[in-house]
């Protein structure tokens, strides 16, 4: 089984609000990915749209067919934190950290991952 990978670096965003954007693609074939990419109304749709069509350039370069690609694993890591400082009344300063996140996408061929509906607790389904 063929596996292609692509890395986003030092992405000026923290990894908390990147993750929930790599929730909607995985699992899901690129075609897909990239439509739901293009329409989710996030700041880190853009970059995250730009990794797949990476990671889709590099199986193209690699020569392996893309009909059938999915997006098997989306990773979301911090990355490095640049610290900064907040003057503060009376002389104090509080710290700010400006969070990095690394985002690693890894391709494979097969059948996209259908998400299981949540059964209802028989309390929730009363109500």
């Not at 899901?28 to 700041?43: G, N």
């Not at 990773?75 to 400006?98: C, E, F, Q, T, W």
């Not at 996209?112 to 607790?121: D, G, Q």
Request: glycine share 4%; no cysteine.
């Amino acid at each position: 089984m063929t596996q292609v990978t692509a890395e986003l670096r030092n992405y000026r965003q923290s990894p908390r609000k990147v993750r929930i954007v790599a929730d909607t693609v995985r699992g899901k074939r690129v075609e897909d990915a990239i439509t739901i990419l293009s329409f989710v109304p996030k700041r880190a749709a853009l970059p995250l749209e730009k990794l797949v069509r990476s990671a889709l350039a590099n199986a193209k370069n690699l020569s392996i067919p893309t009909e059938n690609l999915v997006v098997k694993e989306m990773m979301v890591d911090g990355g490095a934190i640049l610290y900064r400082r907040m003057p503060r009344s009376r002389g104090m300063a509080n710290p700010i950290r400006k969070r990095t996140s690394h985002v690693k996408i890894v391709l494979t061929e097969g059948k996209p991952k259908k998400v299981k509906a949540k059964k209802l607790k028989s309390s929730e389904a009363k109500s």
